[in-house]
Nanobody, 131 residues
Framework: QLQLVESGGGLVQPGGSLRLSCAVS????????IGWFRQAPGKEREGVSC????????NYADSVKGRFTISRDNAKNTVYLQMNSLKPEDTAVYYC????????????????????????WGQGTQVTVSS
């Protein structure tokens, strides 16, 4: 059974750091591009970052560039989102999502920023940035 489980969320002060993990099971991680998304209360879910299935391509929303870093460890079936210099506006539920690219030479070096591009989703982890 394909499953994504996020962890690492919590309460942190402005300027602090958190590392989110997305542990996957039931599928081979290196066939999938992974995206991180977030949803604040009353707002639409938005793309934060993504990483290609090859690991060679990463993208970030402008609001997090220079502060967040996405990475993947296929041997551990885990994708990470390192979040530094956190701001109150980063407060949201963070979700990871997977899109299968198989071993396509075209799609392995792409990642996607829209929710509708992804096939599988985790349940989310809450991140609260507050003093």
């Amino acid at each position: 059974q394909l499953q994504l489980v996020e962890s690492g969320g919590g309460l942190v002060q402005p300027g602090g750091s958190l590392r989110l993990s997305c542990a996957v099971s039931g599928f081979t991680l290196d066939e999938y591009a992974i995206g991180w998304f977030r949803q604040a209360p009353g707002k639409e879910r938005e793309g934060v970052s993504c990483i290609s299935s090859s690991g060679s391509i990463t993208n970030y929303a402008d609001s997090v560039k220079g502060r967040f870093t996405i990475s993947r460890d296929n041997a551990k079936n885990t994708v990470y989102l390192q979040m530094n210099s956190l701001k109150p506006e980063d407060t949201a539920v963070y979700y990871c999502a997977a899109k299968r690219t198989y071993y396509s030479s075209i799609y392995r070096n792409r990642c996607w920023a829209e929710t509708y591009d992804y096939d599988f989703w985790g349940q989310g982890t809450q991140v609260t940035v507050s003093s």
